[in-house]
């Protein structure tokens, strides 16, 4: 059974950071990208960024291109997530995902992150 767990939110002052973690477990070795999607409330889930995991290779979402960092630890099976310069607007819940296919396979439960102005 596979697990994603997101760790790190909470409340912040605009232009301050927070790092979520993404701890997988379970059937974990045909992942070949995981990625970092978030929600603000009324809003559609959005992607953020993702990485692919055997090459390093990074995406980011424009509006967090220069602020964001995905990296991931594979001996650690974690994903991570800087985020630098938070704006009120980005105030959401941010979920963790992994795909091993052409979908985005499974989701953690998602942590919350308060940016206040």
Known sequence: QVQLVESGGGLVQAGGS???SCA???RTFNFYAMGWFRQAPGQEREFVANIMLSTGWTTYADSVKGR???SSDNAKNTVYLQMNRLKPEETGVYYCAARNGDHWNYWGQGTQVNVSS
């Open 18 to 20: 927070l790092r979520l």
């Open 68 to 70: 964001f960092t995905i």
């Open 24 to 26: 997988t477990s379970g």
